[in-house]
């Protein structure tokens, strides 16, 4: 056996085990979920269980519920993220070196604690409120309804989001950013023709994250979140765990996967760009 | 006052208040969690307790239930790091070192665990864990514990394998050792922030996982956050807070241990192939 193809065996031999791990826990699964949300009550194979998502009146406006939080949650995340990440990048001062060092610890930090401190904070009597008293106002209801859910989000996204989109603002040289200043580009021309061109993949890779991460999320809507109507996370254990219904459960986990499929898509792509042309 | 608020500017004043705000919105939810833990008495509208005691510490650590959930948490959590481990890093070093056939492919397989939203996924795979009876075993726990971390557990350490310059490696087999060797005195010691970095974030993803213990684990397999989730409905706020500080007190001690390491070129190569 020649060198190159006991190295290639070898390679092989090292990556099957993690991979055969993936195909049980993701592949499986996910083909499993489509073959089941595809059966109806009669045993046979239709459409049925999808049909069901648009004509029941309350599993319809979970869904434009879902899609309405998701969107608002991206909008702010990333403006949010990008705002600081820039911030970070430009500023320096010591409140700045104390940020840059402590904005990743919400990432480590448990998202039940994280929802628990913000439902006690934000609650009826909670902490705010009786700060609000003091100056005579009283605070709306955020905690079981959307509010309470968008503002979770926000907690838990821009951290990471700002940590993706920060190691990609370091990676722009100093140098490139000094020589468009010194040819006279202004603050804005600098950061719509060189920063924003130089980062947007990783935007788009934020992007991904934030909005899959808040239409498959279940710990903030399940515990913040209102009665009806439901976030699709919550929805979905709630049809699987007390209704026992498995192939609508599967219907609605495929249905946010069709949701996501375009962003899916886009970020597998701009990986497998990334790295083809490394090589 | 005021000349000294227009000598600075009012652009620095509006920076440095968004600033304020933003610090205050990440923290005052966890420092009114650690004010709730140590509250004795405190009715509304007073803005800190009349009294401070330790009463809910005994409360929370006599109960059972809590400290039989703080043991399982850890073992699995454990699990799910030695299994990764002996999983993932020896295909990183694949990745990194060797030329295979397909490499490009089983690399990228691994997006696949972080391109469908997360509980649609958990349902998927509680749809086949029913049909071959993992649901509400430690072994189905386990394997959903894993999609989390499988891809930044293999990209971490393939991103750092890749940083090790290779004529370091090649100048060590020059002067005679072997392969082996090579990998446990030069490739290994320089991966290794990477590889701690990559085993501790897992380690923390695991001990938090709650979504899919909650759909796969229910009954028996009540770990530290899926017991939060009936504190939260069932017990007085105090109760929530002393325990919420026993859930996050290994994440602040671990990330206090591995600082140094943590960076977010480090953690983003998990998410992403630079």
Known sequence: MSKTMKMGMLGLILVIPSFLLLFVIVVIPIALSFVESLRNDAGGFDLSRYQFLFTDKAMRSNILFTLKVTIVSCVIVLIVSYALAVYMRFSSGRLVELIRKTYMIPIFIPGVIATYGLINLLGNHGWLSRFLLLIGITLPRIIFDQKGIIIANLWFNIPFTAMLLSSALAGIPNSVLESAKDVGAGRLRVFFQIVFPLSYKTFLVAATFVFMGVIGSFTAPFLVGPNAPQMLGVSMEQVFGVFQEREQAAAIAFFTFLLCSVLGYFYIRSMVKEETARL | ?274
């Open chain 2, 1 to 274: 006052m005021l000349w000294y608020f227009r000598a600075i500017g009012t652009r620095k004043i509006i920076e440095f208040l968004l600033l304020i705000v933003f610090i205050v919105f990440f923290v005052s939810p966890l420092l009114n969690l650690v004010v709730l833990a140590f509250s004795g008495k405190w009715t509304y509208p007073d803005l800190l307790p009349h009294q401070w005691s330790l009463q809910w510490w005994k409360f929370v650590l006599q109960e059972d239930e809590i400290a039989k959930s703080i043991g399982l948490s850890f073992l699995i959590a454990a699990l799910v790091t030695a299994l990764s481990i002996v999983l993932c890093i020896p295909a990183a070093y694949a990745f990194a070192r060797i030329r295979f056939p397909l490499s490009k492919v089983f690399l990228f397989s691994f997006l696949l665990t972080h391109a469908f939203p997360k509980m649609g996924l958990y349902v998927s795979i509680a749809v086949l864990f029913y049909k071959l009876g993992l649901m509400n075993t430690l072994l189905g726990v386990v394997l959903v514990h894993m999609i989390n971390v499988l891809m930044f557990m293999t990209w971490i350490p393939t991103a750092a394998f890749r940083n090790v310059h290779s004529a370091q490696e090649e100048s060590a087999r020059d002067v005679g050792a072997s392969p082996f060797r090579v990998f446990r005195s030069i490739t290994l010691p320089m991966a290794l922030p990477g590889i701690i970095v990559a085993s501790v974030f897992t380690f923390l993803n695991s001990l938090d996982e709650a979504q899919g213990t909650f759909l796969v684990g229910i009954p028996d397999y009540r770990t530290m956050p899926i017991v939060m989730y009936s504190i939260i409905a069932d017990f007085p706020g105090s109760a929530g807070a002393v325990f919420s500080i026993i859930l996050t007190a290994p994440t602040i001690i671990l990330l206090l241990a591995a600082q140094r390491f943590v960076s977010a070129d480090v953690m983003s190569s998990g998410f992403q192939l630079k």
